[in-house]
Nanobody, 119 residues
Framework: QVQLVESGGGSVQPGESLRLSCAAS????????MSWYRQPPGNQRELVAS???????HYADSVKGRYTISRDGAKNTVHLSMNHLKPEDTAVYYC?????????????WGQGTQVTVSS
């Protein structure tokens, strides 16, 4: 089995920064795609950013220019650097991975980490 464990959430003021990390462990054969989603209070989960195994990135329009996704292939870890945070960035952030496990491509979710932006 594969586990995704997020870290780095917390409470900050508008304009400040946070860096989230997600580490994949267990029976990881290779990683095809890693993404960050978020779920604001009372809203649906939405895609924030993705990065493929070849390093191609994608961002939601709402975070372009403020967020950066990166990965450390050797450590099976993905990071999300969040700058110039806004109150509307408040959400539970989830790590998502499309990972080869047992010679098949499977989807895995982390447990989520809270990010609160408030003055």
């Amino acid at each position: 089995q594969v586990q995704l464990v997020e870290s780095g959430g917390g409470s900050v003021q508008p304009g400040e920064s946070l860096r989230l990390s997600c580490a994949a462990s267990g029976s990881v054969e290779s990683i095809s795609l890693m993404s960050w989603y978020r779920q604001p209070p009372g809203n649906q989960r939405e895609l924030v950013a993705s990065i493929t195994s070849s390093g191609i990135t994608h961002y939601a329009d709402s975070v372009k220019g403020r967020y950066t996704i990166s990965r450390d292939g050797a450590k099976n870890t993905v990071h999300l650097s969040m700058n110039h945070l806004k109150p509307e960035d408040t959400a539970v952030y989830y790590c998502f991975g499309r990972i080869y496990n047992g010679y098949t491509l499977n989807s895995f979710w982390g447990q989520g980490t809270q990010v609160t932006v408030s003055s």
